[in-house]
Antibody
């Protein structure tokens, strides 16, 4: 059974860098076809895909946020870390960590519970 | 990349069918059959209900079905139930190896 859990600060100040950690279990990010990503959702708004990291270390980013994002993995710890620089109040959102299955047509098949981050 | 276009809201009566459209471009929806749909119940994380345009994962009701024509994907919910009230999002893999979500649709029964 795959599970993912997000951790990080609930409150950050404008211009600071946000660091979120996703700790997962039930799969290895060194296994072919596996990926872990981040998706966010501002209060009352739509989902927005941010970044992915694959088993082979490919790292696609959202074109609109690419300059501010860095995603890394620590396979030995089963963790993925997302950093977002220069935080703004408009970045206030719930941030979800997700498992991506390439064998399901690049579908986000398992989601973490999400962590709410407020920028103020 | 711009968000895929979905109607903001759709409604139907119990037992009826309704369809949610998701319009993109030939660089995302029209590029390949990597379209997925997600259901988000109030206060919950989203859950995938359709993958690769029209496939249902085990455990998802066969009242949910997906299709695609050119640059538009669709999700149909038949035999509407009160428990189907939720927000629904489409998502597509793109030609640039990125992903893009739809703008979301609120379903009211």
């Amino acid at each position: 059974q795959i599970t993912l859990k997000e951790s990080g600060p609930t409150l950050v100040k404008p211009t600071q860098t946000l660091t979120l950690t996703c700790t997962f279990s039930g799969f290895s990010l060194s296994t072919s076809g596996m990926g872990v990503g981040w998706i966010r959702q501002p209060p009352g708004k739509a989902l927005e895909w941010l970044a992915l990291i694959y088993w082979n270390d490919d790292k696609p980013y959202s074109p609109s946020l690419k300059s501010r994002l860095t995603i890394t993995k620590d396979t030995s710890k089963n963790q993925v870390v997302l950093q977002m620089t220069n935080m703004d109040p408009q970045d206030t959102a719930t941030y979800f960590c997700v498992h991506l299955a390439k064998y399901l047509g690049n579908t986000f098949d398992v989601w973490g519970q999400g962590t709410m981050v407020t920028v103020s | 990349q711009s968000a895929l276009t979905q109607p903001a809201s759709v409604s139907g009566s119990p037992g009826q069918s309704l369809t949610i459209s998701c319009t993109g471009t030939n660089s995302d929806i029209g590029w390949y059959n990597y379209v997925s749909w997600y259901q988000q119940l109030p206060g919950k994380a989203p859950k995938y209900i359709i993958y690769e345009v029209s496939n249902r994962p085990s455990g998802v009701s066969d009242r949910f079905s997906g299709s695609k024509s050119d640059n538009t994907a669709s999700l149909t919910i038949s035999g509407l139930q009160a428990g189907d009230e939720a927000d629904y999002y489409c998502c597509s893999y793109t030609r640039n190896a990125t992903l893009v979500f739809g703008s979301g649709t609120t379903v009211t029964v």
